[in-house]
């Protein structure tokens, strides 16, 4: 068990108000590390495959069904209600189970989003029914100035299984406004409110959520198998790992009310599988992502790590086989550079990177591998960035850092991953391999035998990063992971000695979209495109399509970065509590400052310039009729070129950036 005290604080992002769901997980026995010794008491046994060849595998809905049958021995006072019936009263939203025999309603009121439980529905008459419809989960609550916002889920996907249990996507959620008592507010309060509530939009939009009734996702397969009884007889979302809870701070209400029935944990990440047969053998392969929530947010304006060594992008990556009632799984990480530095966005292409309170480097350096090595044990941190330019610099900085922290358990390689492969030879991704193979086979992979006892398990985790921690992450991840699925398979009597992926067509094709589709995901998380250099993962070589496509999807990078993700991350603050909206504070705003930055607009700028600039060409068409148009037509360039060299010159005035957060790191 990992010892709480080595631990960095766990809610260093938040302030200390909302701290109150933090303290409750870790009051409760944390879930134990990837490389936590066999000793520990065994949980969650793993279903086993049959040995039968010829059986047919389940479909997604027959899973489903299974899974809920099996839900009927579990404990009633634990199990989480899968589909409720809301009732919307005009006073308040009445959320009853319908999955079982109801005993008791859940009343939320429309004023102050107090929530109770009741015995029997309100009476209401024919004329004036309430709307009725079916929600599948309660993803939580958010309070603003005045009024509390609800999550619910309106739709939901069976996607497929992790260890047996189904997995649900949100499809569809919907924010219900419990703001009745806002009529009786100030107009600054209802101003400031309303403003806030905007950004919640932006809730409604959040990709890549998914959840499960039955079996904690934020775990992996290694620490879910060392969970002890202690933790078992938890609700899951007191066993969840609270940094890939997205929905952590939003439960705090119903943690406060004991509602643990309808708490349902949720991950922000990816998930894909597929089902394939090699020779005679049926082979169910898993790939999981789990997205930190510590310093989540946009691609520009998070970047880097904090003071607390929680870095952006962080995301954990589990790719799962099962075949022939064996169960494996390999864990990888991916995480931002861990300095203090940023990109901020200023109308160029590419803004230039800047280091902030260098001094701090060491300490913030050391503290983020201390956190990764006390949750994966042994690490290697595989940098591939630039070894030249602007990115350079980060990498020499990055580099030195990690000197005096390197160690048998933790190593440090850099791969220029342009310079060798260029843009076209990613196959020579070999060589980096034959750099760090010697590590993956000392530190293995977590594996079940047929009687689901450990066979091999995992003691070292490798760390991948470029700038994004996107494109060319998750092609040197999907390498890794396919030499770690060849080896698993091979143990598993699946593949021969001497026979690869590749002898596989089918299997191997489905291999390659299993990870494009994930970094897809990923990607559109934190760029809100998907990822470059895609093709060469989904087909395993460079096309001219794909070229175009990275073309096309870099221009939207740009126009993301510059023109709407600072909203975007003023909603994800909020969301996850890093901002929070209070009574007792002086009143927020999300006005600009200043003169000029309250009137910059880029469009209208732009629209100046080219305005400008057609003014000037028709009086010079009309200079040789008169000379003063010729001079007029000067005037009218002059004045577009001093605009846009104005604009140029104060880029940053007209980009769309985050006003609720006035700390960079």
């Given at each position: 068990?990992?010892?709480?005290?080595?631990l960095?604080?766990?809610?260093?992002?938040?302030?200390?108000?909302?701290?109150?769901?933090?303290?409750l997980?870790?009051?409760?026995?944390?879930?134990?590390?990837?490389?936590?010794?066999?000793?520990?008491?065994?949980?969650?046994?793993?279903?086993?495959?049959?040995?039968?060849?010829?059986?047919?595998?389940?479909?997604?809905?027959?899973?489903?069904?299974?899974?809920?049958?099996?839900?009927?021995?579990?404990?009633?006072?634990?199990?989480?209600?899968?589909?409720?019936?809301?009732?919307?009263?005009?006073?308040?939203?009445?959320?009853?189970?319908?999955?079982?025999?109801?005993?008791?309603?859940?009343?939320?009121?429309?004023?102050?989003?107090?929530?109770?439980?009741?015995?029997?529905?309100?009476?209401?008459?024919?004329?004036?029914s309430?709307?009725?419809?079916?929600?599948?989960?309660?993803?939580?609550?958010?309070?603003?100035?005045?009024?509390?916002?609800?999550?619910?889920?309106?739709?939901?996907?069976?996607?497929?299984?992790?260890?047996?249990?189904?997995?649900?996507?949100?499809?569809?959620?919907?924010?219900?406004?419990?703001?009745?008592?806002?009529?009786?507010?100030?107009?600054?309060?209802?101003?400031?409110?309303?403003?806030?509530?905007?950004?919640l939009?932006?809730?409604?939009?959040?990709?890549?959520?998914y959840?499960?009734?039955?079996?904690?996702?934020?775990?992996?397969?290694?620490?879910?198998?060392?969970?002890?009884?202690?933790?078992?007889?938890?609700?899951?979302?007191?066993?969840?790992?609270p940094r890939?809870?997205?929905?952590?701070?939003?439960?705090?209400?119903?943690?406060?009310?004991?509602?643990?029935?309808?708490?349902?944990?949720?991950?922000?990440g990816?998930?894909?599988?597929?089902?394939?047969?090699?020779?005679?053998?049926?082979?169910?392969?898993?790939?999981?992502?789990?997205?930190?929530?510590?310093?989540?947010?946009?691609?520009?304006?998070?970047?880097?790590?904090?003071?607390?060594?929680?870095?952006?992008n962080?995301?954990?990556?589990?790719?799962?086989?099962?075949?022939?009632?064996?169960?494996?799984?390999?864990?990888?990480?991916?995480?931002?550079?861990?300095?203090?530095?940023?990109?901020i966005?200023?109308?160029?292409y590419?803004?230039?990177?800047?280091?902030?309170?260098?001094?701090e480097?060491?300490?913030?350096?050391?503290?983020?591998?201390?956190?990764?090595?006390?949750?994966?044990?042994?690490?290697?941190?595989?940098?591939?960035?630039?070894?030249?330019?602007?990115?350079?610099?980060?990498?020499?900085?990055?580099?030195?850092a990690?000197?005096?922290?390197?160690?048998?358990d933790?190593?440090?390689?850099h791969?220029?991953?342009?310079?060798?492969?260029?843009?076209?030879?990613?196959?020579?991704?070999?060589?980096?391999?034959?750099?760090?193979?010697?590590?993956?086979?000392?530190?293995?992979?977590?594996?079940?035998?047929?009687?689901?006892?450990?066979?091999?398990?995992?003691t070292?985790?490798?760390?991948?990063?470029?700038?994004?921690?996107?494109?060319?992450?998750?092609?040197?991840?999907?390498?890794?992971?396919?030499?770690?699925?060849?080896?698993?398979?091979?143990q598993?009597?699946?593949?021969g000695?001497?026979?690869?992926?590749?002898?596989?067509?089918?299997?191997?094709?489905?291999?390659?979209?299993?990870?494009?589709?994930?970094?897809?995901?990923?990607?559109?998380?934190?760029?809100?495109?998907?990822?470059?250099?895609?093709?060469?993962?989904?087909?395993?070589?460079?096309?001219?399509?794909?070229?175009?496509?990275?073309?096309?999807?870099?221009?939207?990078?740009?126009?993301?970065?510059?023109?709407?993700?600072g909203?975007?991350?003023?909603?994800?603050?909020?969301?996850?509590?890093?901002?929070?909206?209070?009574?007792?504070?002086?009143?927020?705003?999300?006005?600009k400052?200043?003169?000029?930055?309250?009137?910059?607009?880029?469009?209208?700028a732009?629209?100046?310039?080219?305005?400008?600039f057609?003014?000037?060409?028709?009086?010079?068409?009309?200079?040789?009729?008169?000379?003063?148009?010729?001079?007029?037509?000067?005037?009218?360039?002059?004045?577009?070129?001093?605009?846009?060299?104005?604009?140029?010159?104060?880029?940053?005035?007209?980009?769309?950036?985050?006003?609720?957060?006035?700390?960079?790191h």
């Amino acid at each position: 068990m990992v010892s709480l005290s080595l631990l960095p604080p766990c809610a260093v992002l938040l302030p200390r108000a909302t701290r109150s769901l933090r303290s409750l997980l870790h009051q409760r026995p944390l879930p134990p590390p990837i490389y936590t010794p066999s000793s520990l008491d065994l949980a969650f046994p793993i279903p086993r495959l049959s040995h039968d060849r010829n059986r047919p595998r389940p479909a997604l809905a027959e899973v489903y069904s299974a899974a809920m049958d099996s839900k009927e021995s579990a404990s009633s006072s634990q199990k989480l209600h899968t589909r409720l019936r809301l009732w919307e009263f005009p006073d308040k939203y009445i959320l009853e189970p319908v999955d079982s025999l109801a005993d008791s309603y859940l009343s939320i009121s429309r004023a102050d989003g107090s929530m109770k439980l009741i015995e029997e529905l309100p009476q209401h008459s024919a004329v004036q029914s309430p709307k009725v419809r079916t929600v599948f989960g309660v993803i939580g609550m958010l309070k603003l100035l005045v009024g509390s916002y609800l999550l619910m889920i309106t739709e939901r996907e069976c996607v497929g299984s992790f260890l047996g249990h189904p997995i649900f996507k949100v499809s569809a959620l919907q924010i219900l406004p419990c703001n009745l008592s806002l009529k009786n507010s100030s107009t600054e309060q209802k101003k400031v409110e309303a403003e806030f509530s905007n950004l919640l939009n932006a809730a409604e939009r959040t990709s890549g959520l998914y959840f499960s009734y039955d079996i904690n996702l934020t775990l992996c397969s290694q620490r879910l198998h060392y969970l002890g009884d202690e933790s078992k007889l938890l609700p899951l979302w007191r066993q969840a790992e609270p940094r890939f809870l997205w929905n952590n701070y939003m439960l705090e209400p119903l943690v406060d009310n004991k509602l643990d029935q309808y708490m349902l944990p949720v991950i922000q990440g990816s998930y894909q599988n597929f089902q394939a047969t090699v020779g005679a053998r049926n082979i169910d392969v898993i790939l999981i992502a789990r997205r930190c929530t510590r310093r989540t947010g946009t691609r520009m304006w998070r970047r880097g790590a904090d003071t607390e060594g929680y870095v952006a992008n962080f995301v954990e990556t589990e790719q799962i086989v099962q075949s022939n009632g064996f169960t494996a799984s390999f864990v990888q990480v991916r995480g931002s550079i861990p300095l203090l530095w940023e990109q901020i966005v200023d109308l160029t292409y590419k803004p230039n990177f800047g280091i902030v309170r260098q001094e701090e480097t060491p300490r913030v350096v050391e503290r983020h591998f201390l956190d990764i090595s006390k949750k994966y044990g042994s690490v290697l941190a595989v940098d591939l960035v630039n070894k030249h330019g602007s990115e350079g610099r980060l990498s020499m900085k990055y580099a030195s850092a990690m000197q005096p922290i390197l160690s048998d358990d933790i190593r440090y390689v850099h791969f220029d991953f342009h310079q060798i492969c260029g843009h076209i030879h990613f196959e020579r991704l070999s060589l980096l391999y034959d750099q760090i193979k010697d590590y993956l086979e000392k530190h293995r992979y977590f594996l079940l035998n047929e009687k689901g006892e450990k066979v091999e398990e995992q003691t070292g985790v490798v760390r991948t990063n470029c700038i994004d921690c996107l494109d060319r992450t998750n092609v040197t991840q999907s390498m890794i992971g396919r030499k770690i699925l060849e080896k698993q398979l091979k143990q598993m009597g699946v593949l021969g000695a001497d026979e690869t992926i590749n002898n596989y067509p089918s299997f191997d094709a489905n291999f390659k979209v299993l990870w494009a589709n994930h970094g897809d995901e990923i990607s559109i998380q934190y760029s809100g495109t998907p990822a470059l250099k895609g093709d060469f993962v989904r087909c395993g070589k460079r096309t001219v399509q794909g070229i175009l496509k990275d073309g096309y999807n870099a221009l939207v990078r740009y126009y993301l970065n510059n023109f709407a993700d600072g909203t975007k991350q003023d909603a994800i603050d909020l969301l996850q509590g890093h901002y929070i909206v209070s009574l007792s504070r002086d009143m927020p705003t999300l006005t600009k400052p200043g003169v000029i930055e309250t009137y910059a607009s880029f469009r209208l700028a732009l629209a100046l310039v080219l305005a400008g600039f057609m003014f000037a060409m028709m009086s010079l068409r009309q200079a040789r009729n008169d000379v003063r148009h010729l001079l007029l037509s000067f005037v009218w360039a002059g004045l577009s070129v001093a605009i846009a060299v104005f604009v140029r010159a104060n880029g940053r005035m007209f980009t769309n950036r985050p006003r609720l957060s006035s700390s960079r790191h």
